[in-house]
C-alpha cells in the first residue's frame, strides 16, 4: 500500500478500533487459479506480546481455509470514506487553486491462516461473534436459542479461520495535508452534508487536527 508518512497510522489501539467498527474483511490470497478475494466478517483478538490475531469462519465449501500455513495472506478492513469537494476548502476562496479528492480510512494486515476443525472450538468462536454483533440489540439474541440439533448441524458444515498476524498497518488520509483553515471548513462541509459516511469522516479529520 502507498503511503506518504503523513497518512500513516501506526497506533495499534486506533487500528483495532477500526476492525471493531468495520469487521467485514476482504482476504486476499493467490491461489492456483490466481488471485482471490473473500469478504469474511472478523473478530480481533490481542495476544500478548504479539499484533494479535483475527478470527472467524467460513462454509466447508470454500477452498480459503485450505490455504498453507505458511503461505501470507492480506486481510483489507475499509473504514469511513467520503468524496472531498474542493468547495469546502477555505483556501479556495483566496487562489482557487484546490482539487477535489477522497479521503478514506484502511487498515491492512498481512496473516497466515489455520483452519480449525474441532466442533466446540467453531461453536466458541461463532458464539463470540455473535455476541459481540448482537450486544447493541435491546433482547440480544444468543446462539443457545436455537435448537441444539440445529446448531450442531450447521457447525459441522462450517470451519474455523485464526489469522495470526505478522504485520498491520494503517493509512488514514484524512486532510492531513491541507492547513488548519482548510481542515476545519472541510469538517463544517462534511457535516453540512451529513450522512453517516461524511459525518464519520468529519469525525476523523477533527481528531486528527486535534492530534497535531
Known amino acids: 500500500m502507498y503511503c506518504p508518512a503523513h497518512f500513516q497510522e501506526n497506533r495499534l489501539p486506533e487500528l483495532i478500533s477500526l476492525i471493531e467498527q468495520f469487521p467485514l474483511a476482504t482476504i486476499v490470497c493467490n491461489g492456483p487459479s490466481g488471485l482471490v478475494a473473500d469478504h469474511i466478517p472478523l473478530m480481533y483478538e490481542g495476544e500478548f506480546g504479539a499484533t494479535g490475531k483475527l478470527v ?23 473504514g469511513p470514506s467520503t468524496y472531498i469537494s474542493p468547495n469546502w476548502y477555505a483556501s479556495k476562496h483566496d487562489a482557487g487553486k484546490v482539487v477535489p479528492t477522497w479521503n478514506y480510512a484502511v487498515v491492512h494486515a498481512t496473516c497466515t491462516l489455520e483452519a480449525i476443525h474441532d466442533p466446540q472450538q467453531v461453536l466458541e468462536i461463532i458464539t463470540k461473534l455473535t455476541d459481540q454483533h448482537e450486544a447493541s440489540q435491546p433482547h440480544p439474541w444468543r446462539v443457545s436459542d436455537a435448537p441444539i440439533e440445529f446448531t450442531e448441524r450447521l457447525v459441522g458444515n462450517i470451519v474455523g479461520i485464526e489469522l495470526k498476524i505478522s504485520r498491520i498497518d494503517g493509512k488514514w488520509k484524512v ?12 469538517v463544517q462541509g462534511l457535516l453540512a452534508e451529513g450522512s453517516d459516511a461524511q459525518t464519520q469522516m468529519a469525525l476523523l479529520i477533527g481528531a486528527n487536527e486535534a492530534k497535531l
Request: proline content about 9%; hydrophobic content about 35%.
Open 175 to 186: 486532510s492531513q495535508n491541507q492547513p488548519t483553515s482548510n481542515q476545519l471548513s472541510v
Open 56 to 78: 472467524g469462519h467460513v462454509a466447508k465449501n470454500n477452498p480459503l481455509w485450505q490455504v498453507p500455513v505458511d503461505k501470507e495472506l492480506l486481510v483489507v478492513f475499509q
